[in-house]
């Protein structure tokens, strides 16, 4: 199993509407993100939490809203999803010892 | 805010070594951390700088000067598979989160 796991993998939705954006983690780190790539714009931190009860915007946390469930799952939502939310969104762990960030395969999301 | 600046494209011939630069302007900089991207993949981490001077992980190695708001990722004997897009990234105060650059696409042509 992949450290951490996202579903789906693509989706499309209809302006308007409600989608959820599931993340899993086994790395057993506390702390959990969600970024969103657009071409030629990196990678930009939508939100991000340090444990359960820790949760806090990032970026662009605008039309989106987060739920931390446990230590290992981490799901963003668009309440009315619109379409320049089209784009490709990242979860992430990070290590607290190397800093580094593990990266989910990424949900493609087409809003139309 | 923050800012990070690194060129859009390279390329370079396989075998060789290519250097992928990375300036910086932010407050509360922690330090500075790469990542490499292939076409439909996840990034992966490749390296952390907290301090000044050169990191060095196999082929790869990272750079930092704090003085100069600046840091570069260096890939020694340069293969078809390091195509990819390489991403500088500051971590910001304790928080460790992170603030991405545009990348740079690297294309390896033999």
Redesign the interface.
Known sequence: DADVTQTPRNRITKTGKRIMLECSQTKGHD?M?W?RQDP??????IY?S?DVKDINK??ISDGYSVSRQAQAKFSLSLESAIPNQTALY?CAT?D?D?????????TRLTVV | GQSLEQPSEVTAVEGAIVQINCTYQTSGFYGLSWYQQHDGGAPTFLSYNGLDGLEETGRFSSFLSRSDSYGYLLLLELQMKDSASYFCAVKKGGANNLFFGTGTRLTVIP
């Not at chain 1, 030629?40 to 931190?45: D, M, T, V």
């Not at chain 1, 190397?98 to 990424?106: I, L």
């Open positions: 702390r993100y970024y030629g714009l990196g990678l930009r931190l991000y340090f990032g970026e990242f990070s607290p190397t800093y580094g960030y593990t990266f989910g395969s990424g």
